[in-house]
């Protein structure tokens, strides 16, 4: 079975403009978190879907926003880039959202560089 | 503020000692355990859990500990081996959804 992809593998943008990063979690699993590592930090907390539906967030500007969609897969978008949003986007899929303790499986990551 | 934190950056141990990575909480509603190993280029990888009902849980070579009243858990690898070499991150949540990760240990195991 494939893992949790993500793309693009690594991503280079200006201040100011607008990034698309996607996940597709494992198949039959209907949660997507989203993370934020900073270099030398541990993963931040984005949001989490479940079914469509945000059923979690982070403390994060409203510059972030995510989307699921029907076949669970999912998007994040960050408007007005600043330099401090350089970091790796992990993305992590489950099969619930209750317990999903023992099941939380993280892609490799998204590299966003903002220059 | 950080919630989660590991004082250790960085830690390295002789082949078949132990290891013993150390994490510290500060929010009292934390229930939900984990520790994550991450290598180069790839997302972290579940580990081990506890939760707040235990104080040990053991899984082959890796054990974690938890000191509710403390705020402090930490994982121990025996015997360590030069494939554990990583970085550790551990986690903590009040519902098992949403996870406050730690700054992460790197682990180097010396053959």
Sequence with gaps: DAGVTQSPTHLIKTRGQHVTLRCSPISGHKSVSWYQQVLGQGPQFIFQYYEKEERGRGNFPDRFSARQFPNYSSELNVNALLLGDSALYLCASSRTVVNSLYEQYFGPGTRLTVT | ?111
């Design chain 2, 1 to 111: 503020d950080q919630q989660v934190k590991q004082n250790s950056p960085s830690l390295s141990v002789q082949e078949g000692r132990i290891s013993i990575l150390n994490c510290d909480y500060t929010n009292s509603m934390f229930d939900y355990f984990l520790w994550y190993k991450k290598y180069p280029a790839e997302g972290p990888t579940f580990l081990i859990s506890i939760s707040s009902i235990k104080d040990k849980n053991e899984d082959g070579r890796f054990t974690v500990f938890l000191n509710k009243s403390a705020k402090h858990l930490s994982l121990h690898i025996v015997p360590s081996q030069p494939g554990d070499s990583a970085v550790y991150f551990c986690a903590a949540s009040p519902d098992g959804n949403q996870f406050y990760f730690g700054t992460g240990t790197s682990l180097t195991v010396i053959p």
